[in-house]
Nanobody, 125 residues
Framework: QVQLQESGGGSVQSGGSLRLSCVHS????????MGWFRQVPGKEREGVAG???????TYAESVKGRFTISQDNYKNTLYLQMNNLNPDDTAMYYC???????????????????WGQGTQVTVSS
């Protein structure tokens, strides 16, 4: 059974940084995909960054150069380092994962079967 738990959200000012963590279990296959998504009330959940067992990383255009996704296989933890945050980054952030292969669409929410509960990020100007 796959379980995901995010942490690390909080409130920061524009230009600040946060690092989100997602401790996970059950993603033990040789081919997997994981990603970070975010959602604000009234809008669809959007992909922010994705990675997979091949080491490939994909980013949404809005976060390229500011966010970095990484995976610590020893700690079973997925990270999202977020730098130079701005108010448009305010959202609930979700960790997503799927142990059944590498998706060709890492920023598409329908590609993932398992989700965490989310952690709130608020950026003030």
């Amino acid at each position: 059974q796959v379980q995901l738990q995010e942490s690390g959200g909080g409130s920061v000012q524009s230009g600040g940084s946060l690092r989100l963590s997602c401790v996970h279990s059950g993603i033990t296959s040789r081919a997997w995909s994981m990603g970070w998504f975010r959602q604000v009330p009234g809008k669809e959940r959007e992909g922010v960054a994705g990675t997979n067992s091949d080491g490939r990383r994909t980013y949404a255009e809005s976060v390229k150069g500011r966010f970095t996704i990484s995976q610590d296989n020893y700690k079973n933890t997925l990270y999202l380092q977020m730098n130079n945050l701005n108010p448009d980054d305010t959202a609930m952030y979700y960790c997503a994962g799927d142990p059944d292969g590498i998706t060709m669409l890492p920023l598409e929410r329908n590609e993932y079967r398992y989700w965490g509960q989310g952690t709130q990020v608020t950026v003030s100007s």
